[in-house]
């Protein structure tokens, strides 16, 4: 059975840091690119960030560009997010989803089929 489960969201203050897991089971994340997502209340899901299979090619939204870092560890059949630096406004919840390709991509959803359940991120004083 194909599932990704997130894990590592809570609440920090500004400027603090978290790193998210999103551990897959069922098949091997090696093949296929990865795409982190979040979505805050009110408000549609949004690319966050995106790494690729085939030669590790990274993309980030503007909005976290400089301070997340998504990296992947296919021994641990693992994707992170490290995200520095955190705002407010960064506040959602995440989900990270592949891609039925070895690309991906930050803008747009329609190369992603499986999906984790997400995790909540809120950062607040």
């Known amino acids: 059975q194909v599932q990704l489960v997130e894990s590592g969201g809570g609440l920090v203050q500004p400027g603090e840091t978290l790193r998210l897991s999103c551990a897959a089971s069922?098949?091997?994340?090696?093949?296929?690119?990865i795409g982190w997502f979040r979505q805050a209340p009110g408000q549609e899901r949004e690319g966050v960030s995106c790494?690729?299979?085939?030669?590790?090619?990274?993309y980030y939204a503007d909005s976290v560009k400089g301070r997340f870092t998504i990296s992947r560890d296919n021994a641990k059949n693992t994707v992170y997010l490290q995200m520095n630096s955190l705002k407010p406004e960064d506040t959602a919840v995440y989900y990270c989803?592949?891609?039925?390709?070895?690309?991906?991509?930050?803008?747009?959803?329609?190369?992603?089929?499986?999906w984790g359940q997400g995790t909540q991120v809120t950062v607040s004083s």
């Open positions: 989803a592949t891609s039925w390709t070895p690309g991906c991509a930050v803008v747009g959803e329609g190369i992603y089929d499986y």
């Open positions: 069922g098949f091997t994340l090696d093949y296929y690119g």
């Open positions: 790494i690729s299979s085939s030669d590790g090619s990274t």
